[in-house]
């Protein structure tokens, strides 16, 4: 399945609703892939996906430094779903409250982190089998 992230299925969304971790990539400067387990929520109304992480963070350095294309994996048995689109790091108060409040809905509520950010990712392209 390829489809348009604004037009998914009631079966995808709601898996991308059920407490799955995921993997995202990032690329780091030379190319190379860096792939790491998170937790991500996805917001159809607007394709945007998003994961909570350390501002220090490789992944987060990799987006800043202009390695903006990433994809998230969540697998379920038969079941996967990857999501790609261009990513952005934010850091302000609104958008971090936003996504910690999306990944405490999906999963638990985060530890406390002073030094958190989001990379949102506008989904464009959605492979999967779910």
């Given at each position: 399945m390829?489809?348009?992230p604004r037009t998914l299925g009631p079966g995808t969304l709601t898996f991308?609703?059920?407490r799955h971790l995921?993997?995202?990539t990032t690329l780091r400067a030379d190319g190379t892939p860096h792939v790491v387990p998170v937790g991500v929520t996805f917001?159809?109304?607007t394709a945007t996906a998003r994961v909570i992480t350390s501002g220090t963070s490789a992944k987060?350095?990799?987006?800043r430094d202009g390695q903006a294309r990433v994809a998230v994996?969540?697998?379920?048995?038969?079941?996967?779903?990857?999501?790609?689109?261009?990513?952005?790091?934010?850091?302000?108060?609104?958008?971090v409250?936003?996504?910690?409040?999306?990944?405490a809905r999906r999963y638990?509520?985060?530890?406390?982190?002073?030094?958190r950010v989001v990379i949102e990712i506008a989904v464009d392209r959605v492979l999967g089998n779910a």
């Amino acid at each position: 399945m390829a489809a348009d992230p604004r037009t998914l299925g009631p079966g995808t969304l709601t898996f991308l609703t059920e407490r799955h971790l995921a993997t995202l990539t990032t690329l780091r400067a030379d190319g190379t892939p860096h792939v790491v387990p998170v937790g991500v929520t996805f917001d159809p109304d607007t394709a945007t996906a998003r994961v909570i992480t350390s501002g220090t963070s490789a992944k987060a350095r990799h987006v800043r430094d202009g390695q903006a294309r990433v994809a998230v994996c969540q697998v379920d048995g038969r079941r996967w779903l990857t999501l790609e689109g261009t990513a952005v790091v934010k850091d302000d108060t609104a958008s971090v409250a936003d996504a910690v409040e999306r990944y405490a809905r999906r999963y638990k509520q985060p530890r406390e982190n002073p030094a958190r950010v989001v990379i949102e990712i506008a989904v464009d392209r959605v492979l999967g089998n779910a």
